[in-house]
C-alpha cells in the first residue's frame, strides 16, 4: 500500500514537472522557433515594394510570413514600432533614426543597413570640379537635413572646409576654407533642377534628382562614397525595438535582405539610384 501511495505521488511529481516544462516550451517557441509558423510586422514608406516583395517571398519559404505596412510619412513608422504596432521598419537613414529617437525619447535600435541613396553633384556646364572657378556659384538645398549633408558633401570633394564639431548638419556659417571663394546659395531643393543652368553646380539629393530624370551614378561629377565615414550617417537601415534586437526571426530578416540576390535586385530596379551597404 505504500509502495502504491509513492508510486502515486512520484506520478504528480513528474505530471507537474511535464507541464511547467510544456508552458516553458510553448513561451519560448511563439517567439524563437523558426520551425513553426512567424509573422513580421514591416513598416515602410512610397508605393514601390519590389524589393520587399521579393525579400517577402523568399521569408515564406521559410515559413516566415513578411506583412508589409505602408506608412504615408515619416513620423508614423517610428512611433508604431515603439508602439508595438509593427515588429521593425525600414525607411530612414542613420542620422533621422538617431534624431528622431532622441526627440521622442524612443528606445529603438538599428539591426542592419540595406541602401545609400546618395547625394550627388551635378552640372550642366561643368564635366569637373576641377573646372569650377573663383567665386563660381554652387547651389545646395536651403533645409537643414539635405543642407547640411550638401555641404559635408563640398568638404568631401575637397572643396570646402567646415568648422571642426559642426556636426551633421552645418550651416554655411560653419565654413572655415573656401579656397575658390565659391558662392554657395541655398535653394528649395525642388527648384535646384530648374535652376542647374543657371549656376556652376548643384549639390541634389536623391529622390529630387531622380524626379528630375538624373541617374545619380552616371550623371553626377561627384558623389557620395560609401567608403567615407561621413557616408554612413545617411545608410538606410532596418529599426527594431531594442528589447528585440536578439530576436532570431527579425535577425533571419536580415540575413535574407542582406544577400547578392537582393543586391541584384536593387540595382535592376532602381536603376543605380541606390546602393547596397551591405
Known amino acids: 500500500m505504500k509502495a502504491k501511495k509513492l508510486l502515486i505521488l512520484l506520478g504528480l511529481v513528474v505530471g507537474i514537472t511535464s507541464l511547467a516544462g510544456c508552458g516553458k516550451a510553448k513561451t519560448t ?45 515619416y513620423v508614423r513608422p517610428n512611433q508604431a514600432l515603439a508602439d508595438g504596432e509593427i515588429d521593425a521598419n525600414s525607411f530612414q537613414t542613420v542620422a533621422y ?22 547625394m550627388g553633384i551635378y552640372s550642366s556646364n561643368i564635366k569637373d570640379l576641377k573646372e569650377l572657378k573663383n567665386k563660381d556659384k554652387i547651389a545646395i538645398p536651403n533645409d537643414a537635413t539635405n543642407g547640411g549633408r550638401a555641404l559635408l558633401l563640398l568638404q568631401d570633394a575637397g572643396l570646402i572646409k567646415l568648422k571642426e564639431g559642426s556636426g551633421i548638419t552645418p550651416t554655411v556659417k560653419d565654413v572655415v576654407n573656401n579656397p575658390k571663394s565659391l558662392e554657395i546659395i541655398p535653394l528649395v531643393a525642388t527648384q535646384i533642377p530648374r535652376s542647374i543652368k543657371d549656376v556652376a553646380a548643384a549639390a541634389i539629393n536623391n529622390g529630387v534628382a531622380t524626379e528630375a530624370g538624373y541617374s545619380p551614378l552616371k550623371d553626377s561629377i561627384y558623389i557620395e562614397d560609401t567608403k567615407k565615414e561621413g557616408a554612413k550617417n545617411y545608410f538606410n537601415i532596418i529599426a527594431v525595438r531594442t528589447k528585440d534586437k536578439d530576436s532570431k526571426v527579425l535577425k533571419r ?8 540576390e537582393t543586391k541584384k535586385l536593387i540595382d535592376e530596379t532602381t536603376k543605380g539610384s541606390s546602393i547596397p551597404v551591405f
Open 29 to 73: 517557441a511563439a517567439s524563437e522557433d523558426l520551425n513553426k509558423k512567424q509573422v513580421i510586422k514591416l513598416g515602410v514608406t512610397g508605393d514601390d515594394h519590389r524589393i520587399w516583395d521579393n525579400i517577402k517571398t523568399r521569408l515564406a519559404k521559410e515559413n516566415i510570413e513578411l506583412q508589409i505596412v505602408t506608412f504615408s510619412d
Open 97 to 118: 533614426f538617431e534624431q528622431f529617437k532622441k526627440d521622442r525619447k524612443l528606445d529603438l535600435t538599428s539591426i542592419g543597413n540595406t541602401v545609400l541613396a546618395p
Open 253 to 260: 530578416l536580415v540575413e535574407v535582405y542582406q544577400t547578392d
